[in-house]
């Protein structure tokens, strides 16, 4: 069984940054693409970004690339999310993912989070 647990929400001046954590139990982070999702209050899910089963591509959203970046630490087991340079807008409820295989761009996902909440003021 897989299970993915999020870390390191919290409030934030617009600007800052912010880090959060994903931690994997059950299988190896090199097993699987892994994924970052967000949701505002009211608006869809946000397909943030993802980086590849070995950590050598990443894939990143259009609102995000050049502020956001994700990384892995497979002595930890555990993905990142770092967040720079945020807005208002960034302000969502985060989840991590993760999937056996795929295109980084895909959106389809085999494990699911619980989810962060980060909160952007202004």
């Known amino acids: 069984q897989v299970r993915l647990v999020e870390s390191g929400g919290g409030l934030v001046q617009a600007g800052g940054s912010l880090k959060l954590a994903c931690a994997v139990s059950g299988r190896s982070v090199n097993d699987y693409v892994m994924q970052w999702f967000r949701q505002a209050p009211g608006k869809e899910r946000e397909y943030v970004g993802a980086?590849?089963?070995?950590?050598?591509?990443?894939y990143y959203a259009d609102s995000v690339k050049g502020r956001f970046t994700i990384s892995r630490d497979i002595t930890q087991n555990t993905t990142y999310l770092h967040m720079n340079s945020l807005t208002v807008d960034d302000t969502a409820d985060y989840y991590c993912a993760a999937r056996r295989f795929g295109q980084l761009a895909a959106t389809a996902y085999d494990y699911w989070g619980q989810g962060t909440q980060v909160t952007v003021s202004s």
């Open positions: 980086i590849s089963r070995v950590g050598d591509q990443t």
